[in-house]
């Protein structure tokens, strides 16, 4: 019997274990705590991404051959 043949009546029986154990306020505090981690990991993914946009619009600015750049300066 695996872990996928739990079904419903199980999880149920698990959840009231689980509120039994730790208590209301205890789970409640926890469950925030994940929301928050939760809520970072997103943030340093965005963050993540806007990064590298802004190394690609940076690199993309400079479309000039190397070579056509000596030209401008002489």
């Known amino acids: 019997m695996g ?3 739990i079904g419903l009546p199980g999880l ?3 959840a009231v274990v689980v509120l039994v154990l730790f208590g209301r306020g205890k789970i409640s ?8 981690g ?3 990991f997103k943030k340093g993914v965005d963050e993540g ?4 946009e802004e190394q690609k ?4 600015k400079n479309v000039t051959p ?3 750049q000596d030209k401008d300066k002489v």
């Open 49 to 52: 991404k806007q990064e590298l």
């Open 66 to 68: 190397e070579g056509e």
């Open 3 to 5: 872990i996928g043949n």
């Open 12 to 14: 149920l029986l698990i």
């Open 29 to 36: 505090s926890l469950m925030g705590e994940v929301g928050k």
């Open 57 to 60: 619009a940076e690199s993309a």
């Open 38 to 40: 939760i809520t970072a």
